[in-house]
């Protein structure tokens, strides 16, 4: 399903009448971003290898650039794209590839392991190991070569529903497109949450 069908899909279900201008466009892209991101979030916990399925690739075929900060020395990509944050390391950014077959991999780091990098700890051995660090709007990497500078990189990003355009394809976990609608349609209050209260124990009280 493309994001303009989904929104439309989700708009058509709202009340009819609203007065208050309750239900902007915006208001209900966000409500669609914050369920497609718990669901996605659900999967990770699940298996976070599954989160390949759901992954754009940016870098083809233009590579994206990696630049040196002039004032620090670090070598960054700027992401073309918000992302979906997770748990580890790499976050949203489940991988990254050189442009051309130079014989790297990168691996994703942590705040900790990058400030230990960037302060001359033995990680200078790493050899062809590309250390990199997921910022809000940026990749650092660490260990940078001349060949990957010069070449590019290709990201695997899971893409933030905001950041889709309108023709994008949401990647919406196989068989759940209703359970992203209603989840999203709760979190409007147009249908309410789904009550696990015991109600027959609270009859037996009542009695």
Known sequence: MIKRELLSLCKNLLPREDKTNKYHDEVVAAAIGVVYANMLNDIYYENPKELDNYTTTYGVPTALTVLEEASTGIYYTTLPVAYIPFRDKASGVRRIDAQT?????????????????????????????????????????????????????????????????????????????????????????????????DNNADAKREQ
Not at 118 to 130: C, W
Not at 141 to 148: C, G, K
């Open 101 to 197: 077959q130079a014989g790297n991999i990168f691996y994703p780091m942590d705040a900790r392991e990058a400030d230990l990098a960037f302060n001359g700890s033995m990680f200078y051995q790493a050899g062809n190991k590309i250390g990199y660090v997921v910022k809000r709007t940026r990749i650092e990497y660490f260990n940078m070569t001349t060949a990957v500078e010069t070449s590019g990189v290709r990201l695997d990003i899971v893409v933030e529903f905001s950041s889709l355009d309108e023709d994008d394809v949401v990647k919406i976990p196989h068989g759940k497109e209703k359970e992203l609608i209603a989840g999203t349609l709760e979190m409007l209050g147009v249908i309410p949450p789904v009550d696990l209260r």
